[in-house]
């Protein structure tokens, strides 16, 4: 609330000050991560400094590399084909706009600025192509059909409303199985077909308690950390044929 009551008051800037095209916040910048979580949603908030203007809101995860493979028939059997890696892949992508992004701005700044799905599907660039450009244009596809599948790609179908023509407010879901590490939002003040202004705001989500200590153990050892795994299945699965069988 208090926020938000900061952002009003930016409407109050005097004329003959010139003030930044747009302002915007997350209300939490960090977003904790613990064995019981089921996801969360990230609110943005600003306010426009020039009537008239749009935004465009982008929330961005931790780049990974995601690894796709083609099937292919050798002896009549289906094997693994060779690997298409794909480097610094958004592990979130979440888009929100007052209008259709192809509507605001060129192709050409999408595709520099990353804003859109086509855009983001352009920037996908792997390691070393093993296929040729038609086929490499189905695989960057299925990477991102693939993490819209997850929910780790949104684009909000429905456009942001702007309340007294500056102040908005952006909500995105993230999922229970999102990446752990540095976010960013990216907010673009746009007009007349040109970004008059932009602002970018990091958020973390980060594991905390025990989800933390078995998370860095299991980087810090991970043959100890199979073996226990194994070994408390073992146990389990021993117990559990006992328990039926002493019934």
Aim: hydrophobic share 50%; net charge positive.
């Amino acid at each position: 609330m208090i926020r938000w009551l900061l952002a009003a008051l930016l409407l109050l800037t005097p004329h003959g000050t010139r003030a930044q095209a747009v302002l915007a916040d997350v209300t939490d910048p960090l977003v904790a991560i613990t064995t019981g979580f089921s996801g969360t949603e990230v609110t943005v908030f600003g306010t426009l400094e020039e009537a008239g203007a749009d935004v465009i809101v982008v929330l961005r995860g931790p780049g990974q590399t995601l690894k796709l493979r083609h099937k292919q028939r050798v002896f009549g059997l289906w094997l693994n084909g060779p690997a298409q890696l794909f480097v610094q892949v958004p592990g979130f992508y979440g888009l929100a706009a007052t209008k259709p992004v192809s509507s605001l701005l060129s192709l050409e700044d999408l595709n520099q600025n990353r804003l859109g799905l086509s855009a983001l599907q352009a920037s996908l660039d792997p390691v070393r192509a093993t296929s040729g450009p038609e086929v490499l244009d189905t695989d960057r596809a299925a990477v991102v059909s693939e993490l819209a599948k997850r929910g780790l790609i949104v684009q909000k179908p429905e456009p942001i409303r702007l309340l007294a023509g500056r102040l908005f407010k952006v909500n995105f879901a993230l999922p229970s199985n999102v990446p752990v590490g540095p976010f960013q939002v990216s907010v673009y003040a746009v007009k007349d077909r040109q970004i008059i202004g932009a602002i970018t705001t990091p958020l973390i989500t980060s594991q905390v308690g025990i989800a933390a200590d078995v998370h860095d153990w299991a980087y810090i050892h991970p043959l100890i950390y199979a073996l226990v795994s194994l070994s408390l299945a073992v146990l389990m699965g021993g117990f559990g044929f006992w328990a039926f069988r002493a019934r």
